[in-house]
């Protein structure tokens, strides 16, 4: 299983064309071998948030839109032992919250996290693909 930092699963759900070979080649073996792809689900808050903030333009109600995303990946929750790592990444990782708790996610759960996020990739606190 791997797991899709927020833009990727955007870009797989609207423009695919935005991964790179790496991330493609990634997500296509994780389906190949039946392991499945994961998102947090404060990616889904993330979405949300892009959609009505007219960053994100998708032709269904929000609502339906995440319920869509939500049906295509394995959701991972937020839980004590993510949280915790999630404050114990290095200052060199991004500070935002959203993505320290995905990075967090990578790492309990034992995932590559396809990202293009030069800071997460540079901060090698997790295995990222890109």
């Known amino acids: 299983m791997i797991l899709l930092d927020t833009h990727v699963v955007v870009w797989v759900v609207l423009d695919p064309?935005?991964?790179?070979?790496?991330?493609?080649?990634?997500?296509?073996?994780?389906?190949?071998?039946?392991?499945?792809?994961?998102?947090?689900?404060?990616?889904?808050?993330?979405?949300?948030?892009?959609?009505?903030?007219?960053?994100?333009?998708?032709?269904?109600?929000?609502?339906?839109?995440?319920?869509?995303?939500e049906s295509r990946f394995v959701i991972l929750q937020l839980n004590s032992q993510i949280a915790a790592r999630a404050a114990q990444l290095p200052v060199s990782y991004p500070r935002d919250p959203m993505d320290r708790i995905i990075g967090a996610t990578a790492i309990v759960e034992?995932?590559?996290?396809?990202?293009?996020?030069?800071?997460?990739?540079?901060?090698?606190?997790?295995?990222?693909?890109?």
């Open 17 to 69: 064309s935005k991964l790179s070979q790496q991330a493609v080649a990634a997500i296509e073996k994780s389906i190949k071998v039946g392991n499945g792809i994961a998102m947090c689900g404060v990616s889904l808050l993330e979405i949300a948030h892009l959609v009505a903030r007219g960053r994100i333009q998708t032709n269904s109600l929000l609502e339906t839109f995440l319920e869509q995303i």
């Open 110 to 130: 034992d995932l590559p996290l396809v990202t293009a996020d030069a800071q997460i990739q540079q901060s090698k606190a997790v295995k990222a693909i890109w």
